[in-house]
């Protein structure tokens, strides 16, 4: 059976060649962290998560830095020895982090979902697929007017994304467990 333009582009993005994307990432880290682009780079991936080429519709590129979330340590004494150390303080993936950068910038926008265009040794790129709940075209779409409710505003900060829940561990597959068992149930699922 023949295959389509979409699962070629796909091929493609399974194992981008540093060619493809290398002067791409330079331009990139040069520019601004919230971009809006014309049109998506993987355009397989934005159509199956939502993307339609019409009004109402709009592709941000966000730059999120890489390394882990610490909160720095303080430079003034005075404090306990067992205050003083870095804790991790991030609990959230580099997508959904980009998802709220997002969602931050153009507050009358709702984030739809998002996918990952690229990495290099500083930063992580991200699409973020944002929609105008306001517009015609998206109020009488039957599949997309869900996202005109009022209880669907602020998606991604509430963590109702789909990279938001797999963060919080609501993606689970298991049918046999909890979707989101406490942290204290994990610890002893692993003893």
Do not use: C
């Amino acid at each position: 059976m023949a295959k389509g333009m979409y699962h070629y582009i796909g091929e493609l993005w399974n194992k981008p060649s540093r060619e493809l994307l290398h002067e791409k990432l330079i331009q990139w880290r040069a520019g601004e962290a919230v971009v809006r682009v014309d049109k998506p780079l993987r355009l397989d991936r934005a159509r199956a998560l939502g993307y339609k080429a019409k009004k109402g519709f709009i592709i941000l590129r966000v730059r999120v830095i890489r390394g882990g979330r610490r909160r720095k340590r303080h430079g003034v004494k005075g404090r306990k020895s067992r205050k003083q150390t870095i804790k991790k303080i991030l609990k959230m993936n580099y997508q959904w982090v980009a998802e709220i950068r997002a969602a931050r910038k153009y507050e009358d926008l709702e984030v739809l979902n998002s996918y990952w265009v690229g990495k290099e040794g500083k930063y992580y790129f991200y699409e973020v697929i944002m929609v105008n709940p306001e517009r015609a075209e998206i109020k009488n779409d039957p599949v997309l007017k869900w996202i005109t409710n009022k209880a669907n505003r602020k998606r991604a900060e509430r963590g109702l994304t789909s990279a938001a829940r797999k963060s919080r561990g609501l993606r689970s597959k298991s049918h046999n467990m909890k979707v989101r068992p406490s942290l204290r149930a994990w610890e002893r699922q692993g003893k």
